[in-house]
């Protein structure tokens, strides 16, 4: 262990946050370069004292990024999270990291350093009047995957001091993306008790989407902006100005018409929210704010059945971002698929219309790998039985295919705008008010 790693293992709270506010005060000509170093200080922290376990993280399984699809530039990338406890859409985990904590939730501030969170260590700042902290996760997803809380205990709530503290932080951190997950229950906010955001410095998919339909407008004299409809397989306007009080306007219109004024007659008010994610792009010098409307009607809007043998969990910002985010016990279920198709395909018959019943003639599952069946049926055995796929690919590789299918079906399940519904999308954009600036 080098003497940084030691030194490390002494520093207190307050010792983190001295260090990190003279790394920013030392860059404060450079924004970017500024919070590249203080992320790069707090993680080397959280892994000397031992907060972050990096040999957890290699157990994780990346699939190759996945472009085989409609959608334009996308590269949609899957993950089984084998270093993160599994959380099921709806039903509470009983984790041990979040039923041990200090305050009163998993996520406050009193965890810091506390005995319950040993080798947690934080970054306090202000938004306005608001007092934040930012630190990494145990299981960090990807480069510099920050939590950001609100230092008090308050609801996990969505409005309009949302989007301004979210567009703040794009100004504090140029290039990094933030993000907040919605404020009803099952629609991918782990912690509805405590508010909080997601953030992370990574490439997500959904930035690289084209846009189907482009609305044109300007707000001030000079002050131009667009709102995409992206073509992707849950509905997102993606809204971009190089003016910041244009873009906090436009989203707060999109806001107001989604979830409070609007009226939708198939879609309760009530359940309406969002997730949302946004950046400052330093290329392009300009805000990119992204919002994914969502619904709380859990008999509609989560992953249809046969998907859940995949991705039973709740879906949260980043993966309706483009990363999926898989449980730990697929990298072994899918093995034992892989293993048991290979030994029995060559009883197969030749078409998938002859594999009939889930293929129950044909193909013998034991009883845990048994809530795969109706899935390989609408997906491996389909890509098995088109003969350029049969001709081309290995029993893996088709597995490999059906799950990266399959999380683009679960976003497009998880959408209360389904992805041709322009007239449900209009009606959006209208009822915000947002139709006398298009030019």
């Keep these: 262990m080098d003497s940084i790693c030691i030194n490390n293992k002494n520093k207190t709270q307050d010792q983190v946050q001295k260090d990190i506010e003279n790394i920013i005060i030392e860059n404060k000509h450079d924004k970017v370069k500024a919070w590249r170093e203080s992320f790069k200080y707090l993680y080397n922290i959280s892994t000397s004292l031992g907060y972050i376990n990096e040999s957890r993280l290699a157990l994780n399984v990346p699939f190759p990024k996945f472009y085989n699809h409609s959608y334009t530039n996308v590269g949609f990338e899957i993950n089984i999270n084998c270093s993160k406890p599994e959380i099921v859409a709806g039903v509470k985990t009983l984790a041990e990291n979040y039923l041990n904590y200090e305050g009163k939730c998993v996520i406050c501030f009193e965890n810091i350093g506390s005995s319950k969170r040993d080798g947690l260590r934080a970054f306090e700042f202000n938004i306005g009047d608001t007092k934040y902290f930012r630190h990494f996760p145990p299981y960090p997803y990807f480069s510099n995957h920050n939590i950001i809380v609100d230092k008090n205990h308050v609801d996990q709530k969505l409005d309009h001091t949302t989007i301004r503290h979210l567009l703040e932080l794009c100004d504090m951190l140029p290039g990094y993306k933030v993000a907040s997950n919605s404020d009803k229950f099952g629609t991918?906010?782990?912690?509805?008790?405590?508010?909080?955001?997601?953030?992370?410095?990574?490439?997500?998919?959904?930035?690289?989407?084209?846009?189907?339909?482009?609305?044109?407008?300007?707000?001030?004299?000079?002050?131009?902006?667009?709102?995409?409809?992206?073509?992707?397989?849950?509905?997102?306007?993606?809204?971009?100005?190089?003016?910041?009080?244009?873009?906090?306007?436009?989203?707060?219109?999109?806001?107001?018409?989604?979830?409070?004024?609007?009226?939708?007659?198939?879609?309760?008010?009530?359940?309406?929210?969002?997730?949302?994610?946004?950046?400052?792009?330093?290329?392009?010098?300009?805000?990119?704010?992204?919002?994914?409307?969502?619904?709380?009607?859990?008999?509609?809007?989560?992953?249809?059945?046969?998907?859940?043998?995949?991705?039973?969990?709740?879906?949260?910002?980043?993966?309706?971002?483009?990363?999926?985010?898989l449980p730990g016990r697929l990298k072994e279920q899918l093995e034992q698929l892989e293993s048991i198709l290979e030994s029995q395909s060559k009883s197969w018959p030749n078409t998938l219309a002859e594999l009939v019943d889930g293929g129950t003639k044909y193909l013998s599952l034991t009883d845990s790998l048994e809530m795969f069946r109706d899935w390989l049926h609408s997906f491996f055995f389909t890509y098995y039985f088109n003969q350029s796929n049969a001709n081309n690919n290995t029993i893996k590789q088709l597995l490999t295919l059906s799950v990266q299918n399959t999380f683009i079906e679960v976003l497009a399940d998880n959408s209360p705008i389904s992805e041709n519904d322009s007239a449900l999308l209009e009606s959006w954009i209208s009822q915000s008010n947002l139709n006398k600036l298009f030019i």
């Design 188 to 325: 991918g906010c782990t912690n509805l008790l405590h508010r909080h955001f997601q953030a992370g410095d990574h490439p997500f998919p959904v930035f690289d989407a084209v846009a189907k339909k482009e609305y044109r407008g300007q707000y001030q004299e000079s002050s131009l902006f667009s709102i995409d409809w992206l073509h992707y397989p849950c509905c997102c306007l993606r809204v971009v100005s190089r003016d910041r009080d244009t873009v906090e306007y436009v989203i707060n219109q999109l806001f107001s018409g989604w979830r409070e004024t609007g009226d939708y007659p198939t879609l309760a008010r009530d359940n309406q929210t969002f997730s949302m994610i946004t950046q400052y792009n330093v290329d392009k010098g300009a805000y990119e704010f992204l919002l994914f409307p969502r619904h709380a009607d859990l008999s509609r809007f989560v992953a249809r059945p046969t998907l859940q043998c995949i991705k039973k969990e709740f879906v949260g910002i980043f993966e309706f971002s483009g990363v999926a985010i």
